[in-house]
């Protein structure tokens, strides 16, 4: 059972930045690839960002490209995820996964086996 705990969310104002973390509990952090999610009120939960087991991949959503960047520091067993230049429709509970297998589907919430409790962030214009 991997335990994975979000934090760094917050409200702020459009055009700024924030740094999201998720802290893992789990030894082999670096067996699991991780992503991270956000869910808007009424909206369907939905992609946003990727990383492969070492890091050396990242993977992103189309909206985000250029503004977020995902990374993981393995030693430390957490991924983080640094939003920059931000906008309102990026107002959502953020959510970050484990997925302990491989697959070409990690676009897909169902792809993870391990959540967060998610941590809010809102834009104001």
């Known amino acids: 059972q991997v335990q994975l705990v979000e934090s760094g969310g917050g409200l702020v104002q459009a055009g700024g930045s924030l740094r999201l973390s998720c802290a893992a509990s789990?030894?082999?952090?670096?067996?699991?690839?991780m992503g991270w999610f956000r869910q808007a009120p009424g909206k369907e939960r939905e992609f946003v960002a990727g990383?492969?087991?070492?890091?050396?991949?990242?993977y992103y959503a189309d909206s985000v490209k250029g503004r977020f960047t995902i990374s993981r520091d393995n030693a430390k067993n957490t991924v983080y995820l640094q939003i920059t230049a931000l906008k309102p429709e990026d107002t959502a509970v953020y959510y970050c996964?484990?997925?302990?297998?491989?697959?070409?589907?990690?676009?897909?919430?169902?792809?993870?086996?391990?959540w967060g409790q998610g941590t809010q962030v809102t834009v104001s214009a």
């Open positions: 990383t492969s087991l070492s890091g050396g991949s990242a």
């Open positions: 789990e030894r082999t952090f670096n067996s699991y690839a």
């Open positions: 996964a484990a997925r302990g297998r491989p697959t070409t589907a990690y676009r897909l919430p169902s792809a993870y086996d391990y």
